[in-house]
């Protein structure tokens, strides 16, 4: 019988190894070749980003595509140091964790109102939030700024945090309403039986059921606010307000460019974003299919 059973065991295991074996069908060469393609396309700039990074300007210009001869270190002192790329980055940290906390529980109280609860005005509520899609931040950017001047917000972190939660909130709005539309209703309504108020059901049923649109609406939030550049360029004076893509243009000059240095703050300005995207990749795909499949 032991004899009977190692032999179908491994028959069995012999037909999962050809079952997990790929068909190399040319259609999929296509794919894999396509792919990785792509995947040269994205990664080549900023390998060679890091590895410019290390060398001098003259290098850069004689051989810009060689290993550096001399890895300069020095480059990333400097840049941290004398584009006060520490006090920059505490500045962007501190704007994009306000808009982001608020966005999320702002935007999730809205599409909770517009995907959950029936009544006459959602449809038209959800149009207005989605008209600030279209809207770009170019044709509202000098009245901001002279309603700013007025009640005294200009120059200000306050006063880059509301732009960032205005235009961030009609895409969170957008993405949550299908994330909570899709949610059981039969949840909600024994929730409701069991004798849930409103508050706890949108506590303690919608938000767990929700948790992968968040992963994916705040990773956009804090990418997006993180680069901004025009909003911060002209509502900040301050350099001690300054956030990080701003004082990255301090190394390019009208007459002459820092170019290692340059490269170098470059490198300390995408850390954090490839930290983030590392930490909470495997819940942004299974958010963006969760929400390709139920929408």
């Known amino acids: 019988m032991s004899n009977v059973k190692a032999m179908t065991n491994g028959s069995a295991g012999k037909q999962?190894?050809?079952?997990?074996?790929?068909?190399?069908?040319?259609?999929?060469?296509?794919?894999?070749?396509f792919l990785i393609l792509m995947m040269v396309i994205y990664l080549a700039p900023l390998l060679w980003t890091f590895m410019v990074?290390?060398?001098?300007?003259?290098?850069?210009?004689t051989s810009p595509f060689a290993l550096p001869k001399v890895i300069q270190l020095g480059n990333y002192i400097v840049a941290?140091?004398?584009?006060?790329?520490?006090?920059?980055?505490?500045?962007?940290?501190?704007?994009?964790?306000v808009t982001l906390i608020?966005?999320?529980?702002?935007?999730?109280?809205?599409?909770?109102?517009?995907?959950?609860?029936?009544?006459?005005?959602?449809?038209?509520?959800?149009?207005?939030?989605?008209?600030?899609?279209?809207?770009?931040?170019?044709?509202?950017?000098?009245?901001?700024?002279?309603?700013?001047?007025?009640?005294g917000l200009s120059n200000s972190l306050t006063g880059?945090?509301?732009?960032?939660?205005?235009?961030?909130?009609?895409?969170?709005?957008?993405?949550?309403?299908?994330?909570?539309?899709?949610?059981?209703?039969?949840?909600?309504?024994?929730?409701?039986?069991?004798?849930?108020?409103?508050?706890?059901?949108?506590?303690?049923?919608?938000?767990?059921?929700?948790?992968?649109?968040?992963?994916?609406?705040?990773l956009m939030t804090f990418v997006g606010n993180w680069n901004e550049l025009l909003l911060a360029m002209v509502f900040i004076s301050d350099d001690a307000k300054k956030t990080l893509p701003v004082s990255l243009s301090k190394f390019v000059g009208p007459y002459n460019t820092n170019y290692s240095q340059m490269f170098a703050a470059i490198i300390l300005?995408?850390?954090?974003?490839?930290?983030?995207y590392c930490c909470f990749s495997n819940q942004i795909v299974d958010g963006l299919t969760a929400g390709a499949v139920k929408g």
């Open 16 to 33: 999962k190894k050809e079952k997990q074996k790929i068909r190399w069908t040319p259609t999929l060469v296509l794919i894999y070749v």
């Open 53 to 61: 990074s290390f060398k001098s300007n003259a290098e850069i210009f």
């Open 80 to 97: 941290w140091t004398a584009g006060h790329l520490g006090t920059a980055t505490m500045n962007s940290f501190l704007v994009c964790i």
């Open 102 to 151: 608020l966005s999320m529980v702002l935007g999730a109280m809205i599409s909770f109102a517009i995907g959950v609860m029936r009544w006459k005005a959602s449809g038209a509520v959800l149009t207005y939030f989605m008209t600030g899609m279209m809207i770009p931040v170019h044709c509202v950017l000098i009245p901001l700024f002279t309603r700013f001047a007025k009640i």
């Open 160 to 218: 880059l945090i509301l732009p960032y939660l205005t235009f961030s909130l009609p895409i969170t709005i957008f993405i949550m309403t299908g994330f909570f539309k899709s949610m059981p209703h039969e949840l909600i309504e024994s929730a409701c039986i069991d004798g849930a108020n409103i508050y706890q059901i949108f506590v303690q049923v919608a938000l767990p059921l929700a948790r992968t649109g968040f992963f994916v609406t705040g």
């Open 269 to 276: 300005a995408i850390i954090p974003t490839i930290v983030v």
